[in-house]
């Protein structure tokens, strides 16, 4: 919380972690992936206007800004769609409300699920065209929206303390 806040901490969350069923490296890789999908959208759902569109920080990130900014690059790298403007990717629209952006990112994690459940050889290629030299492997794939995700559900940590005083997932 802001220094001089009046506001009272809520109770930390209690973190259950990933699941350690995984019977193999795609279905660990996935399991540690929507972990992390869940806590993301965790963070966003219940958080009131303006809060959730509000930035947090000097470059404007905001709890709902996080959320469709992930559902593009879900679209990206699984499902194979461009994005015209990336920074705009972080920037909600006046008529996107956390409800339709929450739906929008389940929607994509849907469909990119259904994409890594046909895989049946993570050393094959992505989805995600090429830009220059070969497309990635859907191993690297998920390694990197691994990665790119628990980057951001690392800044909602910080965006949701700083609007409510919540901790853990």
């Not at 965790?42 to 947090?56: F, I, L, W």
């Amino acid at each position: 919380m802001p220094p001089g806040s009046t506001r009272q901490p809520r109770p930390r969350a209690r973190d259950t972690g990933p699941p350690r069923t995984g019977a193999d490296e795609k279905a660990t890789l996935r399991g540690f992936l929507d972990h992390l999908r869940d806590a993301i959208a965790n963070k966003a759902a219940g958080v009131p206007e303006p809060q959730v569109r509000t930035g947090g920080v000097p470059s404007g990130t905001s709890l709902l800004g996080l959320v469709k900014h992930l559902t593009f690059v879900e679209r990206f790298y699984f499902l194979g769609e461009e994005a015209d403007d990336w920074g705009q990717t972080m920037r909600p629209s006046p008529e996107d409300t956390i409800e339709s952006v929450l739906a929008g990112y389940r929607q994509a994690i849907v469909r990119a699920n259904q994409v890594i459940d046909a895989c049946t050889d993570l050393t094959h290629p992505g989805p995600r065209p090429p830009r220059r030299g070969p497309a990635p492997t859907m191993r690297w794939t998920l390694v990197h929206m691994i990665d790119e995700t628990a980057r951001h559900a690392g800044h909602a940590d910080i965006l949701r303390e700083q609007i409510d005083g919540s901790t853990g997932r």
